[in-house]
């Protein structure tokens, strides 16, 4: 295991953080091979309506009721035949969202997508639930009592709104068979909380949010990552009120409290904000895991704390391979961080797999005609520590 020593502030002592490489992600890369597998078994010659998924912002993965996990994603890419070398041919459709069920955990196997209307899933404007012009991006899912709830970006594409290109975020609840059967609307009065997590613990879900620096707009930080970052922040509400936020307390960085205006940024013991996107999961009651990736960072910074809410300590950095690097014309830049479920992967005792999305920033990417390669956005998988 390669280390890496920082310095604190003057006169701090010395902090060593855990590179963690290659030797550590048998597990995540059995799963990452498992999305390509699927990705190339995917492509089909037949009609648009029944194009199969050839990559896009794998945004997290849930467990239904009986026990399948279901994959979501929000700006997906459908297409023809997948060749030898990973392109594929004729043109990428791109289509906002798509749910993929797995029959059995751990297989993709007899793997099926959901899609409704315009090829979609979750379609707010075409079933007349929010304004045309606007759409929803499934961001996070949780599971709650056996019903299923999706927060949704509600966004208005690239021309602009008092928050970027963000409206509100809007919790979608599911019906039986993963399709819309009502929604809850936060109607967020500042732009410092957009939803981008759920964990369960203590008789609350604890809601995390995201603040952009600066606001989101359509090509988010495209031409300067290094100047795009996110802050983390999170709210609990009580899992009997659920998905109702108007009971929501938010952390102030001391306590819990109603006015989500007061919200901060997460923290580490030594006072510093937690940045970029992230995923964070409950390991036992005292015992939670936070792995936060920068804009085409290269690595997963990755956090423990005993209260969700923190002080987060880091533990270890996780590479990640080709993250800031050239990729078929663009930047492999990586966004959108989910801390997984055991069933869809094998991670070995003391370690989770966290999902992140590949996005190639400014590139030919899928719609180009050097980049029509799978691997553009096909997921990445990483290995974690809890310790």
């Not at 008092?162 to 732009?191: Q, R």
């Not at 359509?218 to 970052?229: R, V």
């Not at 895991?289 to 533990?315: E, F, K, T």
């Amino acid at each position: 295991m390669k280390r890496r020593t920082f310095l604190l502030s003057a006169g701090a002592a010395a902090l060593t953080i855990p590179l963690i490489g290659c030797e550590h992600e048998t597990a995540g890369q059995a799963l990452a091979d498992r999305w390509l597998r699927y990705i190339r078994k995917a492509g089909s010659d037949s009609a648009p309506s029944t194009w199969k998924f050839l990559g896009g912002d794998v945004t997290d993965c849930f467990i239904r009721k009986d026990g399948r996990p279901t994959w979501m994603y929000c700006d997906g890419f459908a297409g023809t035949r997948v060749l030898a070398d990973d392109t594929y041919e004729g043109n990428a459709l791109p289509f906002r969202n798509g749910c993929i069920v797995e029959q059995s955990p751990g297989s993709f196997s007899g793997a099926y997508q959901i899609m409704t209307s315009r090829n979609l899933w979750l379609d707010g404007a075409a079933m007349g639930v929010i304004p045309e012009g606007t759409h929803w991006w499934p961001i996070a899912a949780i599971n709650v009592n056996g019903v299923v709830y999706v927060n949704c970006w509600q966004t208005r594409s690239f021309d602009g709104t008092p928050y970027g290109t963000l409206l509100d975020n809007h919790i979608v609840k599911l019906g039986g068979y993963m399709t819309y059967e009502s929604h809850v609307e936060m109607h967020v009065p500042v732009d410092n909380f957009w939803i981008d997590g759920f964990v369960q613990g203590n008789g609350y879900v604890y809601v995390y949010g995201e603040e952009f620096h600066p606001d989101y707009e359509g090509g988010y930080g495209i031409n300067d990552p290094e100047n795009h970052y996110t802050t983390k922040r999170v709210a609990r509400v009580t899992t009997a009120s659920f998905p109702n936020m108007t009971t929501a307390e938010y952390w102030n960085g001391f306590t819990w409290v109603p006015e989500i205006e007061f919200t901060v940024p997460l923290m580490t013991p030594t006072g510093g904000e937690v940045r970029g996107d992230a995923g964070v999961k409950r390991v036992a009651a005292d015992h939670w895991v936070l792995a936060a990736h920068r804009l085409a960072g290269p690595n997963l910074d990755v956090y423990r704390a005993s209260a969700p809410q923190g002080p987060w300590s880091q533990i270890a950095e996780v590479a990640l391979p080709g993250q800031g690097e050239p990729k078929h014309g663009g930047t492999q830049c990586g966004q959108l961080v989910k801390i997984l479920p055991p069933q869809v992967g094998a991670p070995p005792a003391g370690y989770s797999l966290a999902i992140i999305s590949r996005n190639i920033l400014n590139g030919d990417n899928l719609f180009g005609i050097a980049g029509r390669n799978i691997n553009c956005y096909a997921p990445q998988i990483a290995t974690i520590p809890h310790e």
